[in-house]
């Protein structure tokens, strides 16, 4: 069997042991090499050309950030951001992942021995999943401009909604590792009018009120965190908080969000199966599903239900996504009417609204 060849980034020697050990204890990976800051990781780099990389955010001569924009514009190969959760931390974890990080693992501030002991399957689960990810080299950021509003939003053309669109039409996006960055690319090319949107990205507490307001400043549309009860509206979207779950309902002829401390479902909390099902049951022929670039197959089966009773649902392709899992089982499922690349989604989605709306006004 080939092993999965690992390299450690962090400036504590303690975590560096820690994580060889976790990493060493695997049959299918070895840690070939550790490294105290940046500088020696990219020498290491070169000479053992390892599968996948940890990566720490603050170390000396070069942070992680600088360090993981320079490595994914010249190098790219899967990191794994392994740091302490603080709200900085989350913020600049937002930033990694934005730069080409395939996930991130939250390092405890105390207690590091149990705590990374306590993370160890998560640990080796999301380098594993790092290890058969696609990696594409980065680009330089895209231009940003200000609406009328004064919100930063990326300039980029796109198609515009052509007509009155029922209020009663709602968007359900599901994803997980990759999503952060492709839930961003099909929002930032939505017109402000357009109908609302409802997303569950597989994410711990402490990171979705960060990525809610990275999207808000970058989207034409509203973005913000769900809160229980709230009525939901066009011109908006609401992403399942971090550890809660998160389903629409109905109240009267609005739609409303539930947000519970229900149990996990597929072993996610939230789950894309939690808010696609609610999606099948309150908005049917309303709906629109968009499953993302993700592991495992949360949501697909509930997709299928969304299909079955009406919903019109777009699949991102493989060539596309960081990691195939959840999109493959919604297609194994029966679930897509259409199966995109990445960038096509938002203008194809947008096109079915306009085709729905000229059918409303004849």
């Keep these: 069997m080939k092993k999965i060849r690992v390299v450690v980034v962090d400036d504590s020697a303690l975590v560096r042991s820690l994580l060889a050990g976790i990493i060493n204890r695997q049959a299918d990976m070895e840690c070939v090499g550790a490294a105290n800051d940046p500088l020696i990781a990219r020498e290491m780099i070169r000479e053992l050309n390892p599968d996948v990389l940890t990566l720490d955010i603050e170390m000396p001569r070069m942070d992680g950030i600088d360090f993981l924009g320079r490595l994914m514009r010249l190098r790219p190969m899967p990191v794994v951001m392994i740091s302490t959760l603080t709200e900085r931390g989350a913020e600049v974890t937002m930033k990694a992942l934005e730069l080409g990080a395939v996930d991130f693992v939250s390092k405890p501030r105390i207690g590091v021995s149990d705590g990374l002991s306590e993370l160890s399957t998560q640990i080796v689960e999301k380098i594993r999943i790092a290890a058969g990810a696609h990696i594409k080299r980065t680009v330089p950021a895209t231009a940003r401009v200000q609406d009328t509003s004064g919100r930063q939003v990326v300039e ?43 997303i569950t990205q597989h994410m711990p507490p402490g990171f979705t009120t960060s990525f809610a307001a990275r999207l808000d400043s970058l989207c034409r549309i509203s973005v913000r965190e769900a809160v229980n009860g709230e009525r939901i509206l066009p011109g908006h979207a609401y992403l399942a908080p971090g550890g809660k779950q998160f389903r629409v309902d109905r109240s009267g002829a609005n739609y409303v969000a539930v947000v519970d ?42 997709m299928k239900e969304m299909k079955d009773a009406g919903s019109y649902n777009f699949v991102q392709d493989e060539a596309s996504c960081v990691v195939f899992g959840m999109p493959k089982e919604a297609i194994a499922h029966g679930a897509a009417d259409e199966v995109l690349p990445l960038g096509d989604i938002a203008g194809a989605l947008i096109a079915k609204l306009n085709a729905s709306a000229d059918r409303f006004r004849v």
Aim: glycine share 12%; hydrophobic share 40%; net charge positive.
């Design 261 to 302: 401390d229900g149990e996990p479902v597929n072993r996610h909390k939230p789950s894309v199966e939690v808010l696609f099902k609610s999606g099948a049951k309150v908005a049917g022929r309303n709906a629109f599903g968009i499953m993302l670039t993700g592991m495992g197959n949360d949501g697909a089966r509930a």
């Design 156 to 198: 980029r053309p796109t198609a515009t909604l052509s007509g009155r669109i029922s209020t009663e039409k709602i968007v359900f996006i599901g994803a997980s590792t990759g999503g952060t960055e492709a839930i961003k690319e099909v929002l930032v090319k939505l017109p402000a009018d357009f109908p609302a949107i409802v």
